[in-house]
T-cell receptor, first 109, second 119 residues
Framework: RKEVEQDPGPFNVPEGATVAFNCTYS??????FFWYRQDCRKEPKLLMS?????NEDGRFTAQLNRASQYISLLIRDSKLSDSATYLC??????????WGLGTSLAVNP | GAVVSQHPSRVICKSGTSVKIECRSL??????MFWYRQFPKQSLMLMAT?????????EQGVEKDKFLINHASLTLSTLTVTSAHPEDSSFYIC???????????????FGSGTRLTVV
């Protein structure tokens, strides 16, 4: 089993759609969780951290379920500029980040 | 905010030659830097962790004699790909960790990456 698994994708959605990405992690001792965004041939950029209480940043909402070892990202009112690969990232507490394979999102006009 | 500069952004080299990639923290002192490699349609894979003034810690399967890491100062880490082969062609990204930054949002800053093509 991979340490971090994500929806295989790709997701193709129209502008304005709501899209959800899922991620599961295998190490119950994982301490912190993030969603990163990576554009083609660019470095990953932090989108948001993920907390058990859930957190929202504009059109983006992240959720963490420690019992199920499950992380989600919800994007509302998708924009063309949201097209990218979304990476689920887990920190084991030793500053070592474990990266998911990423889910590709294409928002179409 | 924290900035990490990585150079070169793109390099093409001949098989058998060596390539050096630099990663500099511009406005903070990075005690720890991470080197990742990303093949097309793959996730980022940690290659090694370098701590200033000490030897790098390599991940399983990464040849330390092939991927030489030097972290001689708090603002500079270098990765040298020695005797490069076409299969070393990849996207290499560094990440710097600020001291005492814990594992929070501000803990990691990424360089812009280096696309290496070995011909």
């Amino acid at each position: 089993r991979k340490e971090v698994e994500q929806d295989p994708g790709p997701f193709n959605v129209p502008e304005g759609a709501t899209v959800a990405f899922n991620c599961t992690y295998s190490n119950s001792a994982s301490q912190s969780f993030f969603w990163y965004r990576q554009d083609c041939r660019k470095e990953p950029k932090l989108l948001m951290s993920v907390y058990s209480s859930g957190n929202e940043d504009g059109r983006f909402t992240a959720q963490l379920n420690r019992a199920s070892q499950y992380i989600s990202l919800l994007i509302r009112d998708s924009k063309l500029s949201d097209s990218a690969t979304y990476l689920c990232v887990v920190n084991l507490g030793n500053r070592k980040l474990i990266w998911g394979l990423g889910t590709s999102l294409a928002v179409n006009p | 905010g924290a900035v990490v500069s990585q150079h070169p952004s793109r390099v093409i080299c001949k098989s058998g030659t060596s390539v050096k990639i630099e990663c500099r923290s511009l406005d903070f002192q990075a005690t720890t830097m991470f080197w990742y490699r990303q093949f097309p349609k793959q996730s980022l894979m940690l290659m090694a962790t370098s701590n200033e003034g000490s030897k790098a810690t390599y991940e399983q399967g990464v040849e330390k004699d092939k991927f030489l890491i030097n972290h001689a100062s708090l603002t500079l880490s270098t990765l040298t790909v020695t005797s490069a082969h076409p299969e070393d062609s990849s996207f290499y990204i560094c990440s710097a960790s600020k001291p005492h930054s814990g594992t929070g949002v501000d803990g990691y800053t990424f360089g812009s990456g280096t696309r290496l093509t070995v011909v």
